[in-house]
């Protein structure tokens, strides 16, 4: 078998079993918000929709940001049964995983988030990630449907989008 067809196995069997979409091509630019104001984006955000991910497989997923005395910020996730890493984002529209943009594409603060992140990697592949999040447990159907719109026109398939489960979350932080 030729090396690249080897390449595309393993890749479509790692996505297959992780439920992780491999892409062909570079990760794309989105606009992102506009005079992002990172003290408003503090507190908490439920999880309401993602684009499966592989280091997120609980449910109750909600992450709340939080400024430190040093005026860094920080992001600490929270789900069923375990609380997690906490990282430092800067005072843009910009938070970084490990080196991976965490891009926030759209928010009103109050209510909903559109996050989206990509990583390339190889010659031609990339990985993306995008989560519909809110200020409460589920967000009315017009706010999602819009959001889905801002996905689709960046190229997100959306039919890959996995309704978060909030249900019975009482014992999560």
Not at 22 to 36: A, K, S
Not at 37 to 53: C, I, Q
Not at 67 to 87: A, F, G, K, P
Not at 113 to 138: E, G, H, K, P, Q
């Amino acid at each position: 078998m030729h090396p690249l067809q080897v390449l595309c196995v393993v890749l479509v069997t790692a996505s297959v079993a992780h439920a992780q979409t491999v892409h062909l091509g570079r990760c794309p630019t989105p606009p992102v918000q506009q005079d992002f104001n990172v003290t408003k984006y503090l507190g908490r955000w439920y999880e309401a929709e993602k684009l499966p991910a592989v280091f997120e497989r609980e449910k109750c997923q909600q992450a709340t940001y939080s400024l430190l005395c040093d005026r860094t910020h920080t992001l600490t996730h929270h789900r069923l049964y375990e609380v997690s890493q906490t990282i430092n984002m800067n005072t843009h529209n910009q938070i970084f995983f490990k080196g991976d943009p965490y891009l926030v594409l759209s928010t009103d603060y109050s209510s909903f988030s559109l996050v989206y992140s990509c990583t390339d990697f190889l010659i031609n592949f990339y990985v993306d990630f995008a989560w519909i999040v809110s200020r409460t447990r589920s967000l009315p159907s017009d706010v999602i449907s819009r959001l889905h719109g801002n996905l689709e026109a960046i190229g997100v398939d959306l039919r890959c989008l996995t309704v978060s489960n909030q249900t019975a979350c009482d014992t999560v932080a």
